[in-house]
């Protein structure tokens, strides 16, 4: 899925972890690493022993040149990488970066071909989803001796293995409530704040419902994506603490996943697949025909051009406590590049320099993962929405995927089962203890 993604700082641990304040100076960590878990009946390969120490690189004594794959900038903000490009070379003249920009679509596909067959480029970007798989493989070097003091010390976490900083945060997103301001004053509701529980959304959604047949109170999509975080909300987890047992079909999770798909099956406020007839739910929310869509900062630009109607955000509501997205990607340096040193610099130039960050804002592509107020200042000037302060509060309530090297497949197995409850086909109880059965019998923790 493509991300246009705006937002500031992150966090990146476990799930509805609080965002927490840098401190002083800090450096990349280099504890030792410690082996990780078999999987599949092989013992997996250690992180690469690889490091590199900018602070003892000597990239300004001579040329070398560079390769950069990315997939974040295709659709749109090729020129924008060109430009933070253009300026890294004014501080960084003697590096030269070749910069490959492949679709999303083909891009993990390529990138699993060329680091099979040693034809990596010199540093590339990573979605969290993929990292763990790709730093559990031993081929990403390890960061050590980069100034990391530009950025929160919970969004480097999401990059660390056994205490190792195997990637740096490129970006950051989250996701908000997005809601019609007009159909809230048709139905007399009052708008939404960050104090909501889903019971009062589930309430304005009945009577946002009610002005027609062909108008909705929410669409939140019923995906594995939404499930965690919606789990997160009532207090439950896919997994235990430490990454050992699923607890899929935990009774925190069958309540969440019990208020998603009622508001299908039960009060009809979210249409039915077939009553989408082949619309999006960005489209539906764009024709002025629902009230509320969860979804990720992302959509501003899209929503300012087409919507025609005013519409505004807030904190997404909770449940027994409040947990919202996170998104991020990892740029890292291959662990058998000759170069590691001027990849490093220029990846971590890319993530944390000020000129790269303020081009970033400027051009609408994403927040970078940094942790400076007075770059991201110029954010919050930016309307629609009015209530832009909502992209920042939410960063008290991250959630964050369970990262798993087979994230893919429990990704596809829990979707698969709740659009199984969603049409009726299965209770969620049944839905849920399927999946417990079937990720716990094919993925090995």
Known sequence: MKKKMLSVLLAGAMLTSVLTGCGGKEQAPAQDAQQTQEEDGQAKEEPSEESI????????????????????????????????Y??????????????????????FTQMQTRVAGGTAPDCYELNIENFAAYANKGVLAELTGIDVSGYNATALSAFQV??????????????????????????????????????????????????GDDIYGIYQPITFNEFFKVAAQYGGSVLNEDKTEFTINSPENIQAAKMMVSKIVDSNVQPTESQMGGMGDWDLFESGRLGMIPTGI?????????????????????GTQKATHFFSNALVVNADSAKKEAAATWINWLASSDAAAKMRIEAGWDLPAINDDTVLAGYLEITP?????????????????????????????????????????????????????????QIKL
């Open 53 to 84: 120490d900018i602070s003892a690189a000597k990239t300004g004594e001579e040329n070398v040149e560079i390769t950069y794959a990315n997939f974040n900038a295709s659709g749109g903000n090729e020129e924008t990488l060109n430009k933070m």
């Open 86 to 107: 253009e300026a890294f070379r004014e501080e960084h003249p003697n590096i030269t970066v070749n910069i490959e920009t492949i679709g999303y679509d083909d891009y």
């Open 162 to 211: 056994d205490g190792k900083q195997y990637g740096v945060p490129g970006n950051f997103s989250n996701v908000v409530l997005i809601y019609n301001k007009d159909l809230f004053d048709q139905a007399e509701v009052p708008y939404p704040d960050d104090t909501w529980t889903w019971e009062q959304a589930m309430e304005a959604c009945e009577k946002i419902s009610a002005l």
């Open 298 to 318: 992302w959509a501003f630009g899209a929503f300012t051009d087409a919507c025609e109607f005013n519409w505004d955000i807030c904190v997404e509501p909770g």
């Open 385 to 441: 929405p009015e209530n832009r302060q909502a992209v920042f509060d939410s960063l008290n309530y991250l959630a964050v995927a369970p990262i798993i090297e087979e994230y893919s497949l429990m990704a596809d197995i829990i979707t698969d089962k709740l659009s199984l409850a969603a049409s009726g086909e299965l209770t969620v109880e049944e839905a849920l203890n399927q999946a417990q059965e079937e990720c716990s019998a």
